[in-house]
């Protein structure tokens, strides 16, 4: 979980990095391709490949006056055992001690929350991933600090060949 918190909220900023402006020289994040609704890309870190998939959602409701970018990501760090870590970046910072509720069909999830990035939690990315594979869409609820509450709809259009492509260019069995 520690590896998670330090180094995910930098995968959101690439995810940005990579559909806003061209990326960086030392870190140069190439588009696997679009499926959908959901892009997959890959870049190198410390010599060793990093692939994630992205989503923004197709409906959001909610009233947060500052609100930035919202992401589903996907993520293989193959290099750490991390295959198919699901995080969410809300736009805003979520309350102090709060978690998000996703929900994939009938399936229900609880992630943890700091700053603006929420986890599954244990054993719930390989979960979440089944689930995405079988869906059509996902809702994400989450708390920012201000009380109110958001919610998030997600299209999983593109999801499972996204995530076939990282998969592959990340050499993991899918």
């Not at 696997?32 to 890959?42: C, I, S």
């Amino acid at each position: 979980m520690r590896l998670r918190l330090k180094l995910f909220p930098s995968v959101a900023i690439l995810a940005l990095l990579a559909s806003a402006v061209p990326a960086a020289a030392e870190t140069e994040v190439k588009t696997l391709g679009r499926f959908g609704e959901w892009t997959a890309y890959t870049y190198q870190e410390n010599g060793q490949p990093v692939c994630y998939m992205a989503s923004s959602p197709v409906k959001q409701r909610g009233n947060v006056t500052k609100r930035g970018d919202v992401f589903f990501l996907v993520t293989h760090r193959p290099e750490y055992n991390d295959v198919g870590v699901v995080t969410v970046v809300a736009g805003y910072p979520y309350q102090q001690d709060s978690t998000a509720a996703v929900a994939v069909g009938r399936a229900r999830f609880t992630f943890f929350t700091r700053d603006e990035t929420a986890w599954a939690n244990g054993n719930d990315d390989d979960k979440m991933v089944r689930q995405m594979k079988r869906g059509n869409s996902m809702t994400v609820i989450g708390k920012p600090k201000s009380g109110s509450s958001t919610t998030d709809l997600y299209s999983l259009s593109g999801f499972t060949k996204s995530y076939a492509a990282i998969s592959k260019a990340c050499k993991v069995r899918n």
